[in-house]
């Protein structure tokens, strides 16, 4: 049974750094890419920061570039989100998902299996 496990959100204050960290389990076959995506009330869905499985290429959304960092520990099949200077519209639902395939549509244009999600909140 496939499972994404999502852990690290929390409140923080604007300026302060979170670190979430999803485990992923179950998966029988290489995946193509593994990521972050946030949903805010309001607002629809979007891919935060993804990386690539195979050569460790990554995509950043514009507005977290330069103050989110993504990393996995392939030993513990475990990506991480590292995020720096957060701001009061970082405030989301954050989501790590996975993508089976490449179809040519980038690396965190949708996907296939989805976590829970944990809600990260900024505010002072």
């Known amino acids: 049974q496939v499972q994404l496990v999502e852990s690290g959100g929390g409140l923080v204050r604007p300026g302060g750094s979170l670190r979430l960290s999803c485990a992923a389990s179950g998966f029988t076959l290489d995946y193509y890419a593994i990521g972050w995506f946030r949903q805010a009330p309001g607002k629809e869905r979007e891919g935060v920061s993804c990386?690539?499985?195979?050569?460790?290429?990554?995509y950043y959304a514009d507005s977290v570039k330069g103050r989110f960092t993504i990393s996995r520990d392939n030993s513990k099949d475990t990506v991480y989100l590292q995020m720096n200077t957060v701001k009061p519209e970082d405030t989301a639902v954050y989501y790590c998902?996975?993508?089976?395939?490449?179809?040519?549509?980038?690396?965190?244009?949708?996907?296939?299996?989805w976590g829970q999600g944990t809600q990260v909140t900024v505010s002072s």
């Open positions: 990386i690539s499985t195979s050569d460790d290429s990554t």
């Open positions: 998902a996975t993508k089976i395939f490449d179809d040519g549509s980038g690396l965190c244009s949708d996907a296939d299996f």
